[in-house]
């Protein structure tokens, strides 16, 4: 469960954010994103989202689901699943239909697992617009 | 009607042999036309628009990369479609799926025709990528930015791929010139004493972006020919151009 997922990291990844790389603002994408640098702002994907472990992120998320190895501080609101690996350190509130976290991951906020659904998310959106 | 275009390079005698047989392939396919010869006297722009006068509909480029790039952003608003005849290695025409020389005669008379993607920076098209070898790059997209972190990165807009050798990315779709979108890919440099190693690279695809920097005005060259100053803005221009490719094109 909490091994690399080799299925998810280039295969049909539509962003990937390296480590070499800041991204500053409201980033909203539609397909799979890869965060293995740094993100400050807001970051939003209809997709999966996988945060690597070398990735530091000053963000509030929202994902279809999430795979979580770096640093997150910022609320999490996902609508499926969340996968907080060892190596994570969340600094917020998770909210998801179900939460995977393995020993030795941090998490300072609050968990809520009554899921994040769609249509919230994106009401949520237009009424920020 | 065919116009072949031979860039003024293959001028060279080392090219006769190469051209004869490329001639007679041709006429054996009955696909033969028009063909002209560039030198230093004769533009490419002129050839073109005056074979379109004369019912040219297939303008075919003989040539190398380069040449491809020169003629897309002269056909691209033109209602005409494209073939290549490469005669030395190309990258744009492995990704089209053209095979170099002689046998790109045969791709050409099978008439597999797709509509591909342009990139644009100020009224000029390109097929292949935009570079900027200098991390002060901003890449602004609509709500967000983007910049490097790293000492030595490339920055490169890419239409057609960003890495011919690394075929996995067109296996993936992560980069195919059919799909409306460019893609922004930043790849660190890592140089070590005897050589250059580019570590994981950052892929972003965008309709739309800014290029600013952060100091003084950077350098964009595109396909490798035409040279540009920030700050500037990249669209994409998509299906913009027909283009005779190959059942082995690798999108």
Do not use: W
């Not at chain 1, 070499?20 to 807001?42: M, T, Y």
């Not at chain 1, 690996?85 to 969340?90: F, G, K, N, P, Q």
């Not at chain 2, 913009?240 to 490719?245: G, M, R």
């Amino acid at each position: 469960m909490f091994k690399d997922e080799p299925g998810k990291q280039i295969k049909n990844a539509e962003t990937i954010i390296g480590p070499s790389v800041k991204v500053e603002g409201d980033f909203v994408g539609d397909g799979n994103v890869i965060v293995e640098g740094i993100v400050v702002g807001n970051l939003k994907t209809k997709n999966h989202l996988t945060i690597g472990a070398e990735a530091k992120v000053n963000a509030e998320i929202e994902a279809n689901s999430a795979y979580i190895s770096g640093e997150v501080t910022g609320n999490l609101t996902v609508v499926g699943d969340v996968e907080l690996t060892a190596s994570a350190r969340i600094k917020g509130d998770i909210s998801a239909s179900s939460i995977a976290i393995e020993r030795g991951a941090q998490v300072n906020g609050r968990l809520n697992m009554n899921g994040a659904k769609k249509p919230e998310l994106t009401e949520k959106h237009e009424n920020k617009k | 009607m065919y116009l072949y275009i031979y860039d003024t390079f293959l001028s060279d005698k080392k090219y006769y042999s190469l051209l004869n047989k490329i001639e007679n392939r041709l006429a054996d396919l009955e696909i033969k036309g028009k063909v002209c010869r560039l030198n230093i006297l004769k533009n490419m722009k002129e050839v073109v628009e005056d074979g379109i006068k004369q019912g040219v509909d297939t303008v075919v480029a003989v040539g190398n990369d380069l040449t491809f790039s020169k003629i897309v952003n002269i056909i691209a608003e033109l209602n005409v479609t494209l073939g290549i005849i490469p005669v030395t290695k190309s990258k744009i025409a492995e990704i089209l799926g053209v095979p170099e020389g002689e046998a790109a005669c045969d791709t050409l008379a099978q008439r597999l025709i797709q509509k591909i993607d342009l990139g644009k920076i100020s009224n000029q098209y390109f097929i292949d990528s935009a570079t900027i070898d200098d991390t002060n790059v901003i890449l602004s997209f609509d709500k967000f930015q983007i910049s490097s972190i790293a000492k030595n990165a490339l920055v490169t807009i890419c239409n057609l791929g960003f890495l011919a050798d690394n075929q996995s990315i067109y296996k993936e779709r992560l980069s195919v010139p059919t799909d409306g979108l460019l893609e922004a890919v930043i790849a660190p440099i890592k140089a070590t004493l005897f050589s250059k190693k580019i570590k994981q690279q950052s892929i972003f695809p965008f309709t739309k972006i800014k290029l600013d920097s952060k100091a003084e005005p950077v350098t964009v060259t595109i396909d490798q020919q035409a040279v540009f100053k920030t700050p500037l803005e990249v669209t994409v221009a998509p299906k913009k151009l027909k283009v005779v490719v190959g059942s082995k094109r690798l999108f």
